[in-house]
């Protein structure tokens, strides 16, 4: 029986890697588990009433690209947000980003471009759906290195125009998981310049703009809008599951321009599993309020300031500007994650499970090699213990 061979040279994903590496080993303490990006703060208290509310809601088809209340609150809260008009016709709600980044990539990548095989641009390291994504159109994904050198962003200006020429899409993750770091407004328009100069549309992941230290970052809509780009340049994905802290929820929305939707639509009116009705309406009630999204993202900056406080002194610490994880600077990721497990319980992804061997001297070259990824998700005090564990094992 044959099988497709696009996806033979995936890795497998992270999380049976690390099992993998660490499950024969007897944990040194109570396990802490800093490894999955999974918000654990409080769903917010309206889930439950709205949700028992619109039971019967199970019992019809939902509307495919969302409800108009949903889609009116979604309009609203960018307008409020980011201070751009999106209107209902160029939103779609989504089964979170995750979905919604891969169903892009095959309604948006054409077959060829300019007679050649096209390319995705993605940050290395990066979350792991824009490779796939691009492997399953038949697109060819190139790794950009996203380092301390270059911000922790990367440098998609600096690729040869003969690559760029061929770029369809390009992957941007803001703020980055797993880096933490943000995309300024001057990132962005240079990057939309780019896009208008090799004819690429720009898929920006920005499902943790809602958690950020000091200032909310800035979103590729309102970028776009300030310098009136061509709305198909960008199409730009937000979730309710870290802003919200409903990851089990599976809603999020994509806005695109008119002609990009239009192809979004058609797709997932064909083959798309719309979000049950229920949920929509619990959604609905999650963008339109705020407080709920301002507790949590407390909770996150009294963690980023225990970690501060932790790590000070740590040569190459770097605090993260938004999201919820530390990308840790170690000798051997997987190393380090081994003996952390082994000596204390804690639990941490090595950074190279997030990131590609793109060749170099010795073919090894990979930019996560040297990191530990480490999520603040569990309670201030918990996180706080093992973080402490953590400086102690790692580089005390
Ligand atoms: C960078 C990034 N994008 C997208 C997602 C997918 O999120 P969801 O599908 O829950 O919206 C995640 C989840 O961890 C993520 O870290």
């Known amino acids: 029986m044959a099988f497709p061979e696009r996806f033979s040279n995936l890795p497998d994903y992270a999380f049976p890697r690390l099992r993998k590496l660490l499950d024969a080993h ?26 028992a509310a619109n039971l019967s809601g199970f019992g019809v088809y939902p509307p495919n690209d969302g409800t108009p209340e949903l889609l009116a609150a979604i309009s609203a809260w960018i307008d409020r947000r980011y201070g751009v008009t999106v209107p209902d016709d160029r939103l779609m709600v989504l089964n979170g980003t995750r979905e919604g980044l891969f169903n892009a990539c095959i309604a948006l990548c054409p077959e060829t471009k300019g007679g050649k095989r096209p390319v995705v641009l993605m940050p290395n390291p990066f979350y792991q759906v824009y490779a796939v994504a691009a492997l399953a159109v038949g697109a060819e994904p190139v790794y950009v290195p996203a380092t301390a050198a270059t911000g922790f962003l990367p440098d998609y200006g600096s690729l040869p125009p003969e690559v760029l020429d061929r770029v369809a899409l390009a992957d941007i993750c803001s703020p980055a998981n797993p880096q933490g770091a943000v995309a300024s407004a001057d990132y962005l328009a240079d990057l939309l310049a780019l896009a208008e100069k090799h004819d690429f549309t720009v898929l920006a992941d920005e499902c943790y703009s809602e958690i950020w230290r000091k200032a909310p970052p800035p979103g590729l ?36 321009g008119p002609e990009s939707m239009k192809r979004i639509r058609q797709l997932r009116s064909f083959a798309g599993a719309p979000l049950p009705l229920p949920l929509q309406r619990v959604a609905e009630a999650a963008w339109a309020d705020e407080g709920h999204v301002a507790a949590s993202r407390a909770l996150y900056q009294a963690k980023f300031a225990d970690a501060d406080r932790i790590f000070a002194g740590v040569q190459g610490y770097k605090a993260p500007d938004g999201g919820f994880f530390l990308w840790l600077p170690v000798e051997d990721g997987e190393a380090a994650a081994l003996k952390l497990w082994r000596e204390t319980g804690v639990r941490v992804l090595p950074g190279a499970y997030l990131s590609r061997d793109v060749g170099g001297p010795n073919g090894t070259d990979n930019p996560g090699a040297g990191y530990i990824r480490v999520a603040l998700v569990a309670t201030p005090e918990e996180t706080q213990r093992g973080l402490t564990m953590l400086r102690d094992c790692i580089y005390g």
């Open 26 to 51: 007897a944990p040194g303490g109570e396990p802490i588990a800093m490894t999955i990006g999974e918000p654990r703060h409080a769903m917010p208290e309206f889930v439950g009433p709205i949700l």
């Open 221 to 256: 809509l309102q970028v776009a809008a300030a310098q009136g780009a061509d709305p198909e340049r960008v199409a730009v994905f937000h979730s309710l599951s870290k802003r919200s802290n409903l990851p089990g929820l599976r809603s999020g929305f994509v806005a695109a």
